[in-house]
């Protein structure tokens, strides 16, 4: 049988597991994903998984289960934009000044919040193809961008995913709502 040992794979695995274990352990046994799995792999598994979860859950349920299923937000970057936030009088203030030190990701100031701009995909089992994937995918980015500012702002906050370059976008963009005005 082949290894289902991709990092990928078993963060998959826990989180569809949380809603519905059988099908998780169906999903891992057709679909196994090894540590060696090249970049074409991780793509054509990363398809797989999108269409196994549109045919088998609802759209709240795959939104749940792609949400959990994300890398890890970085504390170093969380204590920077602590930092960046309370240093800031204003939300415009804040995109400014993480702006000014960060790079890979901007933030753009809105009402009410900030959005959080990827320019390019980071997704280490997609962003090498040139082809589309569904929307599906791109859901792990709220889970990412969840924890990320739960760090920074010490309680969840609610995101919505507005753009990606995988289904076609110009870039990736999350926007965050924030309690600071």
Known sequence: MPKNDNAHALRFYDSLAQLDEEAAIRFAQEHPLSKSADYRKKFLWAKEQCRFLEENLSPDD????RARCHCEAGAALARRMRGYLESSASLEEF????????????LEAVPGGVRLIYPECYCA???RVE???????CLCTLGHVRGLFRQVLGHEAEVELLETIKTGGARCVVEVKMERS
Do not use: D, G, M, Q
Request: glycine share 0%; net charge neutral; with cysteine.
């Open 62 to 65: 795959i939104e749940a289960v």
């Open 95 to 106: 995109a400014a000044l993480f702006n000014e030190k960060e790079k890979y990701v901007t």
């Open 125 to 127: 089992c997609v962003k």
């Open 131 to 137: 082809e589309p994937i569904s929307r599906t995918w």
